[in-house]
């Protein structure tokens, strides 16, 4: 009888230790969510963090686009985390892709230089993360849109300015940022389209700038020193056409050449408020940050989207200057 009670007396402590102990542990828990909430209002984490990834980020073109995606932070749930090589350098660039893709972003938005950005897309995709291409697109990927400039249809527009400023006659060099990246292919491509139909116009030289105006001087420099013909030149990159400038200036040929060239930087305004740029090909930088955000949220949020999203470009002359003002002026 007596080993009995002994026995209840033992069962009945353990069970108010066990109690106790549970107690104890619950407690614990409730305080570490208590720290965990305090640390980190959840009011103050956006719930979609996407990573932009781009050219060059010591580039104002790029400035605009950064600045785009980045005012979307205050009207949206989202965190815009904008990356990208100080200057162009793909391989960078893919690193920092795969980086994005490991740190398991809630989607994508990358400029695709060349074919070597498709597996590494797909790679995104394949992990769930969506992509969008901005700038310059990869058709073949499995990106699911694009949004920036119809690269072909703008080369277009430059082969289109030329042929009608120059009333059909000239000898063209052209200097382009990268045999390599897609959207220049395409600039030179709808240039030519244009061009090849006119019996007055000749293209005799084409090179490349790597992105820079210092090699873009360099190569306009050789071009006009074999081809003293040349009466005309198309930049392809946002630099070519002030480095063209600068050749023509070292060869005392300012005012003799036309210069048709890309982009609304402010030192190609100035050029082409005085004279030394005939036309500049205007891209909406701004705009196409701005709206890749809208597009990923469609996305992830299941509402239909167009593939396709071309952005305006216009052929801006020094006339156009009197009511020209930066367009991103117009975008919310
Ligand atoms: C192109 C961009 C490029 C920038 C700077 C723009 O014309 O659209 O792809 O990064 O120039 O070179």
């Known amino acids: 009888m007596k080993r009995i009670s002994y026995l209840y007396i033992f069962l009945l402590v353990l069970f108010i230790v066990g109690l106790a102990f549970s107690f104890s542990f619950y407690k614990k828990a409730d305080t570490y969510d208590e720290r965990l909430t305090n640390a980190r209002p959840s009011s103050s984490l956006p719930t979609y963090h996407f990573s932009l990834i781009g050219e060059e980020m010591d580039h104002d073109y790029w400035r605009l686009v950064g600045d785009g995606a980045k005012t979307t932070e205050s009207i949206y749930d989202v965190f815009v985390e904008y990356d990208g090589p100080n200057r162009s350098n793909p391989e960078e660039q893919l690193e920092l892709l795969d980086m994005a ?196 949220l469609d996305i992830i949020k299941d509402r239909s989207i167009e593939e396709i999203n071309h952005t305006d470009a216009t052929a801006i002359r020094r006339v156009d200057l009197a009511d020209w003002t930066r367009p991103k002026d117009d975008t919310p």
Not at 178 to 189: A, T, W
Not at 250 to 267: A, H, K, M, R, W
């Open 101 to 296: 893709i490991k740190s398991k972003v809630d989607g994508i938005i990358v400029q695709a230089l060349n074919e070597d950005f498709t597996p590494m897309i797909n790679k995104a995709v394949d992990a769930g993360i969506p992509v969008i291409t901005i700038d310059t697109d990869s058709p073949t990927s499995l990106r699911s849109a694009y949004i920036g400039t119809d690269n072909y249809a703008a080369g277009q527009l430059a082969g289109e300015a030329l042929v009608k400023d120059t009333d059909g006659e000239a000898t063209v060099g052209i200097i382009t940022g990268s045999f390599d990246n897609v959207h220049h292919q395409l600039r030179i491509e709808g240039f030519k389209n244009i061009v090849d139909q006119i019996e007055g116009i000749r293209i005799v030289g084409i090179d490349e700038s790597n992105i820079t105006g210092v090699e873009a001087e360099e190569k306009a420099y050789t071009m006009l020193a074999e081809h003293n013909e040349i009466t005309a030149f198309y930049g392809t990159s946002s630099f070519d056409a002030s480095g063209i400038v600068a050749a023509a200036n070292s060869l005392n040929l300012q005012g003799n050449l036309y210069v048709i060239g890309f982009d609304t930087l402010d030192e190609n305004i100035d050029l082409l408020k005085n004279g030394e740029i005939d036309v500049l090909i205007e891209q909406q930088p701004y705009e196409m940050g701005y709206r890749s955000i809208e597009i990923m």
